[in-house]
């Protein structure tokens, strides 16, 4: 069980567009179209961003986007706000009752 | 509105044991999988175990295979985790969360987590 490969940081200016990888394997994400992000404030619960790799839960603005191709799924966040400023988490499931978390990228807005 | 109340944690000497509990309401607790989460200090997310609605399906991650046990009460609309043999490197907040698909444990994602409960394993 490794964790999935993201990069440590991504940063934008307001209005522009990020984008955030996360590699794992054919054990994983490239295995099953689970494939969820997670937003994280400091000091607060994760929060969920997406779901399914690319299903928008209520509530969550629609800047937010997801796609996987192979074993890499990604995360774009379009016309960057403020309040985008976090850590980003990705989560695959990962065969016989597992689940891995990708290594967490922080996100600045400049 | 879904709740997630986790307790249980503390300061604890490496080697003992400790259980934690998550007290969940506002929604059919017996209809979903659960799981718990933990981030230790400063550190990323890591998935630490779940448990399907049934308690038929059952996982843990290689680093807590054989000293931790997930468990629930649906009775009790709650989720436990004991914790035997800790080590310095179990320290972490141990989140509770709940899945968002009903009746699945592989399709599925963490909404909502709950708070936390801090674990601290040091002599």
């Known amino acids: 069980q490794s964790a999935l490969t993201q990069p440590r940081s991504v940063s934008g200016s307001p209005g522009q567009s990020v984008t955030i990888s996360c590699t794992g394997t054919?054990?994983?994400?490239?295995?099953?179209?689970?494939v969820s992000w997670y937003q994280q404030h400091p000091g607060k619960a994760p929060k969920l961003m997406i779901y399914d790799v690319s299903k928008r839960p209520s509530g969550v603005p629609d800047r937010f986007s997801g796609s996987k191709s192979g074993n890499t799924a990604s995360l774009t966040i379009s016309g960057l706000q403020a309040e985008d400023e976090a850590d980003y988490y990705c989560c695959s499931y990962a065969g016989t009752y597992t689940f891995g978390f990708g290594t967490g990228t922080k996100v600045t807005v400049l | 509105e879904v709740q997630l109340v986790e307790s249980g944690g503390g300061l604890v000497q490496p080697g003992r044991s400790l259980r934690l509990s998550c007290a969940a309401s506002?929604?059919?607790?017996?209809?979903?999988?659960m799981h718990w989460v933990r981030q230790a200090p400063g550190k990323g997310l890591e998935w630490v175990s779940g448990i399907s609605w049934n308690s038929g399906s059952i996982g843990y991650a290689d680093s807590v295979k054989g000293r931790f046990t997930i468990s629930r009460d649906n009775a009790k609309n709650s989720l436990y985790l004991q914790m035997n043999s800790l080590r310095a490197e179990d320290t972490a907040l141990y989140y509770c969360?709940?899945?968002?698909?009903?009746?699945?444990?592989?399709?599925?994602?963490?909404?909502?987590w709950g708070q936390g409960t801090l674990v601290t394993v040091s002599s």
């Open positions: 969360a709940k899945t968002g698909l009903s009746f699945n444990y592989a399709r599925n994602w963490f909404d909502p």
């Open positions: 054919s054990s994983d994400v490239g295995g099953y179209n689970y």
């Open positions: 506002g929604f059919t607790f017996d209809d979903y999988t």
